[in-house]
Structure formats: structure tokens, C-alpha cells
């Protein structure tokens, strides 16, 4: 028998393309597609067993919209730059655990990494959160732009989780990944009980979805092509 309930909201964030949905599909339901809609947040629930807790997360598969948006200054309006920075704080206070995924084949993923690790860091100044860095796309390493070293001097400067994976040809590297964060999670939930507040029992041993709409906007929808 499982003890309490706890719940936990995960943020998986990065530049465009570099595997947010392929990963959160691949921990939800073990498979992997190749292809997924683009542009707009989707919001998974689901429960999970973690050593001996039941632990109900919320994964929220973050578009890169507002990342890319927030970082256009020549291309877009200070109104919509405005408006993707305001959704990326919404996102970031909202989270419990964090996971920041980079391409390995794409070294402007891995800058972007480096502003998102940033802008974490200014916004849970005072609230401890776990954060796992991941450089995803290792079947493909012949085509790397970044080293693991570059990726574990970037965990190593915020203090935060690395692994590099690939979501197409590892489900376990993925659940390990999340299981990892989540583990870190409870610890923390131990010391500072009041940053994992008891929220309400969602679907238990279900997958359900939401889609979009809690943070704002999109102008494209973004679903992973199954049924959950
Ligand atoms: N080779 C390889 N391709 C991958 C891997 N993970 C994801 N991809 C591919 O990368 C592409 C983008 O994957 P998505 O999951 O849509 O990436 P995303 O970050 O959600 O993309 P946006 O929502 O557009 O920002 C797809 O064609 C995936 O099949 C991987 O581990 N290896």
C-alpha cells in the first residue's frame, strides 16, 4: 500500500525542436512517435509510484513560443516579447521541478538552455527547485555541436541534475530522468514541506491531457499524434 498522495508539477522547457514532447510522450506511455505538433502548451496528468510514494504530477510540455518570442528583439513586437516573457515567468513560478532539455546536434539549443537556467535562477531566487539539465538526441552524437563536457560545466555553474539521453532510442534513460528529479523532489519536499503543498487527487493511474490554455495562447496546436 502506496503512502499519501503527494503532487508535483513538472516544466520540461527548451528551444524548438529539441525533444519536449517526444520526451514527455516517452515517459507518459513508453513510445515514440518521430512526430508531434508544434507551438501551444500542453498540460498531462498522471500518477506515478516513486519508491514507496504515490506522487500525482503535472507535466506541463512548455512550447517554445514564448522562449523564442521573448528573444526576438528584432523580429517581434516589445508587446509580444512583453507578453512571452510574462508566460515564461507564469510557467517557471508555477513549477515544482524543472527540466531544461538541449539538443546535443544544436548549439543554439544549448545557448538557450544557458537563458532558461538563467532566468529560473532570478525567479525561484528564494523557493529551492529541482532542475534537471538533459542534452537529448545521443543516437545522433556523429552530428554534435556540444561536448558533454560543455553540458556538465553548465549543470555544475547551477547546481543542477545532467544527463545526456535519447528519447527515440532509450525509454529507460527518460524514466530514469524523471524518476531522478522527482526522487530529488521528495527530498526537498522533506526539508521545506511548505514549497510541496498537498494539492487535490487528480486521475489517479490515468493519463489525461489539457490542452493549452492555462498559460495563454497559441497560435498552432501542439498534440502529440496518439491517444493517451
Ligand atoms: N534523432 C532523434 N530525434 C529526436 C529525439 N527526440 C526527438 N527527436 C525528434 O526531434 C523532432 C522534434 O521533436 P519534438 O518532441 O516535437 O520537439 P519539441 O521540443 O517538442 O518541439 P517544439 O514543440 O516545436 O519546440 C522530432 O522530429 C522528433 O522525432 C532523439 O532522441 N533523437
Not at 20 to 44: C, F, H, I
Not at 132 to 148: A, C, F, M, Q
Request: proline letters at 3%; charged letters at 25%.
Amino acid at each position: 500500500m502506496s503512502s499519501p498522495v503527494f503532487s508535483l508539477r513538472i516544466l520540461v522547457m527548451g528551444d524548438v525542436g529539441v525533444g519536449k514532447s517526444a520526451l514527455s510522450v516517452r515517459y507518459l506511455t513508453r513510445r515514440y512517435l518521430g512526430e508531434y505538433l508544434s507551438n501551444t502548451d500542453v498540460l498531462y496528468r498522471c500518477a506515478v509510484e516513486v519508491e514507496t510514494d504515490l506522487v500525482t504530477l503535472e507535466i506541463l510540455d512548455s512550447s517554445c513560443a514564448a522562449i523564442t518570442n521573448s528573444d526576438k528583439a528584432t523580429t517581434t513586437t516589445p508587446e509580444v516579447q512583453d507578453s512571452a516573457e510574462q508566460q515564461i515567468n507564469c510557467q517557471i513560478k508555477w513549477s515544482d521541478a524543472i527540466i531544461v532539455l538541449y539538443s546535443i546536434i544544436s548549439r543554439a539549443s544549448f545557448h538557450v538552455a544557458r537563458k532558461i537556467l538563467q532566468k529560473i535562477r532570478k525567479i525561484k531566487l528564494t523557493t529551492p527547485v529541482p532542475i534537471i539539465l538533459l542534452g537529448n538526441k545521443t543516437d545522433i552524437k556523429h552530428r554534435r555541436e556540444t561536448s558533454v563536457n560543455e553540458g556538465r560545466k553548465l549543470s555544475e555553474e547551477f547546481g543542477c541534475q545532467f544527463y545526456e539521453l535519447s528519447t527515440a532510442e532509450s525509454v529507460a534513460g527518460v524514466s530514469m530522468s524523471f524518476d531522478s528529479l522527482i526522487r530529488e523532489a521528495q527530498a526537498l519536499r522533506i526539508c521545506h514541506p511548505k514549497t510541496f503543498p498537498r494539492r487535490s487527487r487528480t486521475s489517479l493511474l490515468s493519463v489525461s491531457k489539457m490542452i493549452g490554455a492555462m498559460f495563454g495562447k497559441a497560435t498552432k496546436k501542439k498534440r502529440p499524434s496518439l491517444s493517451l
